[in-house]
Protein backbone atom coordinates (compact mmCIF):
# COMPACT_ATOMS: atom_id res chain seq x y z
CA UNK A 1 0.00 0.00 0.00
CA UNK A 2 2.74 2.53 1.16
CA UNK A 3 5.31 1.59 -1.71
CA UNK A 4 2.53 1.88 -4.73
CA UNK A 5 1.07 5.37 -3.34
CA UNK A 6 4.73 6.27 -3.14
CA UNK A 7 5.42 5.43 -6.58
CA UNK A 8 2.16 6.88 -7.92
CA UNK A 9 3.48 10.35 -6.40
CA UNK A 10 6.57 9.88 -7.26
CA UNK A 11 8.56 10.19 -4.47
CA UNK A 12 10.84 8.98 -1.84
CA UNK A 13 11.03 9.27 1.82
CA UNK A 14 14.93 9.77 3.15
CA UNK A 15 14.14 8.76 6.83
CA UNK A 16 16.54 9.93 9.35
CA UNK A 17 16.82 10.58 12.69
CA UNK A 18 16.10 13.19 15.29
CA UNK A 19 18.92 15.61 14.27
CA UNK A 20 17.72 16.21 11.03
CA UNK A 21 14.06 15.74 9.94
CA UNK A 22 13.15 13.38 7.21
CA UNK A 23 13.28 14.22 3.67
CA UNK A 24 10.74 13.82 1.47
CA UNK A 25 11.87 14.06 -2.05
CA UNK A 26 9.70 14.12 -5.23
CA UNK A 27 10.65 13.85 -8.83
CA UNK A 28 10.49 16.20 -12.05
CA UNK A 29 7.04 15.55 -13.41
CA UNK A 30 5.80 18.02 -16.35
CA UNK A 31 4.37 20.97 -14.33
CA UNK A 32 6.10 20.24 -11.27
CA UNK A 33 10.16 20.72 -11.06
CA UNK A 34 12.14 17.98 -8.38
CA UNK A 35 11.51 19.15 -5.07
CA UNK A 36 11.96 18.39 -1.00
CA UNK A 37 9.76 18.72 1.96
CA UNK A 38 12.04 19.62 4.82
CA UNK A 39 16.03 19.51 4.51
CA UNK A 40 17.23 18.24 8.06
CA UNK A 41 20.10 19.85 9.96
CA UNK A 42 22.54 22.19 8.72
CA UNK A 43 25.37 20.10 10.65
CA UNK A 44 24.09 17.17 7.79
CA UNK A 45 23.91 19.28 5.19
CA UNK A 46 26.17 17.78 2.80
CA UNK A 47 25.09 14.33 4.09
CA UNK A 48 21.30 15.19 2.65
CA UNK A 49 22.71 16.69 -0.59
CA UNK A 50 24.61 13.07 -1.18
CA UNK A 51 21.20 11.32 -0.33
CA UNK A 52 19.43 13.46 -2.72
CA UNK A 53 21.51 13.14 -5.44
CA UNK A 54 21.42 9.41 -5.22
CA UNK A 55 17.71 9.97 -5.79
CA UNK A 56 17.81 12.55 -7.90
CA UNK A 57 21.28 13.21 -9.69
CA UNK A 58 19.67 16.32 -11.09
CA UNK A 59 19.13 17.40 -7.73
CA UNK A 60 15.93 19.69 -6.73
CA UNK A 61 14.66 22.86 -7.92
CA UNK A 62 11.85 23.20 -5.20
CA UNK A 63 12.43 23.19 -1.66
CA UNK A 64 9.14 23.15 0.38
CA UNK A 65 9.43 23.38 4.22
CA UNK A 66 6.51 22.22 6.87
CA UNK A 67 7.86 24.76 9.60
CA UNK A 68 11.09 26.05 10.31
CA UNK A 69 12.50 24.86 13.08
CA UNK A 70 16.22 23.86 12.27
CA UNK A 71 16.28 20.12 11.86
CA UNK A 72 13.87 20.64 9.28
CA UNK A 73 15.24 23.74 7.10
CA UNK A 74 18.90 23.54 7.92
CA UNK A 75 20.25 21.86 4.54
CA UNK A 76 17.97 24.79 2.76
CA UNK A 77 21.24 27.28 2.21
CA UNK A 78 23.31 24.59 0.56
CA UNK A 79 20.04 22.78 -1.50
CA UNK A 80 19.66 26.45 -2.80
CA UNK A 81 23.45 27.21 -3.79
CA UNK A 82 23.35 23.66 -5.64
CA UNK A 83 20.57 25.32 -7.80
CA UNK A 84 16.76 25.28 -6.13
CA UNK A 85 15.68 28.24 -7.60
CA UNK A 86 12.29 27.82 -4.99
CA UNK A 87 11.92 28.06 -1.50
CA UNK A 88 7.98 27.57 -0.06
CA UNK A 89 7.79 28.61 3.80
CA UNK A 90 4.87 29.15 6.29
CA UNK A 91 3.53 32.54 4.72
CA UNK A 92 3.77 33.63 8.28
CA UNK A 93 7.65 33.43 8.53
CA UNK A 94 8.26 34.85 4.41
CA UNK A 95 9.32 38.24 5.62
CA UNK A 96 11.23 36.98 8.76
CA UNK A 97 13.31 34.56 6.88
CA UNK A 98 14.25 37.14 4.08
CA UNK A 99 15.12 39.35 6.90
CA UNK A 100 16.80 36.57 8.75
CA UNK A 101 15.39 37.64 11.88
CA UNK A 102 17.23 34.73 14.10
CA UNK A 103 16.60 36.85 17.68
CA UNK A 104 12.60 37.34 16.69
CA UNK A 105 10.45 35.01 14.56
CA UNK A 106 12.97 32.80 13.58
CA UNK A 107 13.92 30.64 16.70
CA UNK A 108 17.39 29.21 16.35
CA UNK A 109 19.06 31.93 18.92
CA UNK A 110 16.09 30.93 21.30
CA UNK A 111 17.20 27.51 21.09
CA UNK A 112 21.14 27.98 20.46
CA UNK A 113 21.13 25.84 17.01
CA UNK A 114 22.42 26.75 14.22
CA UNK A 115 21.13 27.27 10.66
CA UNK A 116 22.39 28.74 7.06
CA UNK A 117 20.96 31.85 5.88
CA UNK A 118 18.80 31.17 2.78
CA UNK A 119 15.99 33.01 1.01
CA UNK A 120 12.57 32.24 1.11
CA UNK A 121 10.42 33.01 -2.71
CA UNK A 122 7.05 32.36 -1.56
CA UNK A 123 4.71 31.13 1.33
CA UNK A 124 2.34 28.75 2.34
CA UNK A 125 -1.03 28.83 4.08
CA UNK A 126 -4.40 27.07 4.24
CA UNK A 127 -5.51 28.94 0.99
CA UNK A 128 -3.60 27.24 -1.31
CA UNK A 129 -2.33 24.47 -2.58
CA UNK A 130 1.30 23.42 -4.12
CA UNK A 131 2.19 20.87 -6.81
CA UNK A 132 4.50 18.23 -5.86
CA UNK A 133 5.43 15.06 -8.39
CA UNK A 134 2.91 15.89 -10.47
CA UNK A 135 -0.13 15.98 -7.95
CA UNK A 136 -1.78 18.38 -5.95
CA UNK A 137 -1.03 18.58 -2.61
CA UNK A 138 -3.64 20.90 -0.02
CA UNK A 139 -1.60 23.08 2.17
CA UNK A 140 -3.58 22.44 5.88
CA UNK A 141 -2.41 25.06 9.13
CA UNK A 142 -0.41 22.35 11.67
CA UNK A 143 -0.15 24.58 15.22
CA UNK A 144 0.96 23.13 18.32
CA UNK A 145 4.58 22.16 17.67
CA UNK A 146 4.93 25.26 16.14
CA UNK A 147 2.56 27.96 15.54
CA UNK A 148 3.18 28.73 11.95
CA UNK A 149 3.56 25.05 11.04
CA UNK A 150 1.43 23.50 8.06
CA UNK A 151 1.18 20.18 6.57
CA UNK A 152 0.54 18.85 3.05
CA UNK A 153 -2.38 16.78 2.02
CA UNK A 154 -2.50 14.91 -1.08
CA UNK A 155 -6.09 13.59 -0.98
CA UNK A 156 -6.70 11.00 -4.36
CA UNK A 157 -3.85 8.36 -2.03
CA UNK A 158 -4.31 9.40 1.15
CA UNK A 159 -1.15 10.77 1.80
CA UNK A 160 -0.15 13.28 4.35
CA UNK A 161 3.18 15.13 5.36
CA UNK A 162 2.39 16.07 8.98
CA UNK A 163 6.01 17.46 9.47
CA UNK A 164 6.01 17.36 13.33
CA UNK A 165 2.17 17.61 14.13
CA UNK A 166 1.69 14.10 14.59
CA UNK A 167 4.55 11.19 14.88
CA UNK A 168 3.84 7.03 15.31
CA UNK A 169 4.95 6.62 18.61
CA UNK A 170 5.86 10.30 20.40
CA UNK A 171 4.58 13.88 20.57
CA UNK A 172 6.69 16.73 19.36
CA UNK A 173 7.36 19.26 22.11
CA UNK A 174 4.76 22.17 22.48
CA UNK A 175 7.04 25.09 22.36
CA UNK A 176 4.71 27.37 22.38
CA UNK A 177 3.94 26.08 25.84
CA UNK A 178 6.95 26.95 27.18
CA UNK A 179 7.10 30.78 26.72
CA UNK A 180 3.21 31.50 28.34
CA UNK A 181 1.47 30.86 24.98
CA UNK A 182 -0.94 28.46 23.85
CA UNK A 183 0.08 25.55 22.94
CA UNK A 184 -2.03 22.46 23.68
CA UNK A 185 -5.11 23.62 22.67
CA UNK A 186 -3.63 24.03 18.58
CA UNK A 187 -1.72 20.92 18.95
CA UNK A 188 -4.96 19.38 19.52
CA UNK A 189 -6.63 21.83 16.54
CA UNK A 190 -3.62 20.16 14.46
CA UNK A 191 -4.97 16.75 15.36
CA UNK A 192 -8.24 17.10 14.64
CA UNK A 193 -7.62 18.62 11.29
CA UNK A 194 -5.70 15.59 10.85
CA UNK A 195 -8.90 13.00 11.99
CA UNK A 196 -11.02 15.21 9.41
CA UNK A 197 -9.24 14.90 6.54
CA UNK A 198 -8.37 11.05 7.40
CA UNK A 199 -5.25 9.94 5.41
CA UNK A 200 -4.54 6.12 4.57
CA UNK A 201 -0.70 6.90 5.09
CA UNK A 202 1.41 9.44 7.07
CA UNK A 203 4.81 10.69 6.70
CA UNK A 204 5.73 12.13 9.46
CA UNK A 205 8.50 14.71 10.36
CA UNK A 206 10.66 11.77 11.98
CA UNK A 207 10.10 8.12 11.79
CA UNK A 208 8.72 5.53 9.29
CA UNK A 209 6.15 6.37 7.73
CA UNK A 210 3.00 4.59 9.10
CA UNK A 211 -0.68 3.91 8.46
CA UNK A 212 -2.38 2.94 12.07
CA UNK A 213 -3.35 7.12 12.17
CA UNK A 214 -6.15 6.16 14.56
CA UNK A 215 -3.78 4.24 16.91
CA UNK A 216 -1.12 7.54 16.84
CA UNK A 217 -3.73 10.35 16.75
CA UNK A 218 -5.44 8.56 19.85
CA UNK A 219 -1.87 8.13 21.71
CA UNK A 220 -0.70 11.73 20.84
CA UNK A 221 -3.91 12.97 22.34
CA UNK A 222 -3.18 10.64 25.30
CA UNK A 223 -0.22 12.52 25.92
CA UNK A 224 -0.73 15.67 25.41
CA UNK A 225 -3.80 15.21 27.92
CA UNK A 226 -1.29 14.49 30.49
CA UNK A 227 0.59 17.64 29.56
CA UNK A 228 -2.42 19.65 30.46
CA UNK A 229 -3.09 18.34 33.84
CA UNK A 230 0.70 18.45 34.55
CA UNK A 231 2.67 21.11 33.13
CA UNK A 232 5.86 19.88 34.91
CA UNK A 233 5.57 16.70 32.65
CA UNK A 234 5.80 18.84 29.27
CA UNK A 235 8.35 21.25 30.83
CA UNK A 236 10.99 17.76 31.86
CA UNK A 237 9.77 16.69 28.16
CA UNK A 238 11.12 19.53 26.66
CA UNK A 239 14.41 20.28 28.59
CA UNK A 240 14.96 16.19 28.20
CA UNK A 241 14.71 16.39 24.16
CA UNK A 242 16.62 19.88 23.86
CA UNK A 243 19.13 18.38 25.91
CA UNK A 244 19.45 15.17 23.47
CA UNK A 245 19.37 16.92 20.17
CA UNK A 246 22.35 19.32 21.87
CA UNK A 247 24.64 16.30 22.25
CA UNK A 248 23.55 14.97 19.09
CA UNK A 249 25.19 18.11 17.68
CA UNK A 250 27.95 18.30 19.58
CA UNK A 251 28.48 15.00 20.45
CA UNK A 252 30.55 15.85 23.51
CA UNK A 253 30.08 18.05 26.58
CA UNK A 254 31.71 18.59 30.02
CA UNK A 255 28.92 18.31 32.76
CA UNK A 256 29.52 21.91 34.30
CA UNK A 257 29.21 23.21 30.61
CA UNK A 258 26.09 21.42 29.74
CA UNK A 259 24.29 22.39 32.94
CA UNK A 260 25.10 25.58 32.50
CA UNK A 261 23.60 25.60 28.73
CA UNK A 262 20.31 24.33 30.14
CA UNK A 263 19.83 27.02 32.10
CA UNK A 264 21.42 29.96 30.20
CA UNK A 265 20.06 29.10 26.80
CA UNK A 266 17.71 32.40 26.13
CA UNK A 267 14.44 29.29 25.40
CA UNK A 268 15.58 27.56 28.39
CA UNK A 269 15.46 30.77 30.84
CA UNK A 270 11.85 31.06 29.57
CA UNK A 271 11.63 27.55 30.34
CA UNK A 272 12.99 27.75 33.97
CA UNK A 273 10.27 30.49 34.29
CA UNK A 274 7.34 28.32 34.00
CA UNK A 275 8.48 26.13 36.97
CA UNK A 276 6.13 25.43 40.18
CA UNK A 277 7.46 27.74 42.88
CA UNK A 278 10.05 26.10 44.98
CA UNK A 279 12.20 24.40 42.08
CA UNK A 280 15.05 26.44 40.88
CA UNK A 281 16.04 25.89 37.19
CA UNK A 282 19.75 24.93 38.37
CA UNK A 283 17.91 21.92 40.59
CA UNK A 284 15.48 21.19 37.56
CA UNK A 285 18.27 20.67 35.24
CA UNK A 286 20.49 18.57 37.23
CA UNK A 287 17.27 16.33 38.61
CA UNK A 288 16.94 15.48 34.72
CA UNK A 289 20.57 15.26 33.53
CA UNK A 290 20.66 12.85 35.67
CA UNK A 291 17.74 11.20 34.93
CA UNK A 292 18.76 11.03 31.54
CA UNK A 293 21.79 9.53 32.17
CA UNK A 294 20.19 6.56 34.67
CA UNK A 295 17.98 5.62 31.99
CA UNK A 296 20.53 5.42 29.55
CA UNK A 297 19.98 8.28 27.23
CA UNK A 298 23.03 10.30 27.80
CA UNK A 299 26.60 8.58 29.10
CA UNK A 300 28.52 9.75 31.05
CA UNK A 301 32.36 9.15 30.17
CA UNK A 302 34.47 11.11 33.04
CA UNK A 303 33.33 14.29 33.11
CA UNK A 304 32.08 14.29 29.59
CA UNK A 305 28.71 13.47 28.65
CA UNK A 306 27.52 12.60 25.42
CA UNK A 307 24.41 11.13 23.55
CA UNK A 308 23.92 7.19 23.58
Not at 46 to 73: K, M, W, Y
Not at 76 to 88: C, F, I, R, T
Amino acid sequence: MIADAFESLGLHVLERGWLSSNNVVFGERPGSPAAIVDTGYVSHAEQTQALVAAVLPQGVRRIVNTHLHSDHCGGNAALQAAGAEEVWVPATLVDAVNRWDTAGALSFEATDQRCARFGATGGLDDSRSIVLGGATWQVHAAPGHDPDAVMLFEPVHGVLISGDALWQQRVAILFPELVAEPGIGPALQALQRIEALAPRIVIPGHGAPFTDVAEALAASRQRIALFAEQPIAHLRYALRALVVFNLLEHRSRPRAALLRWMTATPLLRELGRRLPAGISPEDFAAENLDRLLRDGTLVGCGDDIHAA
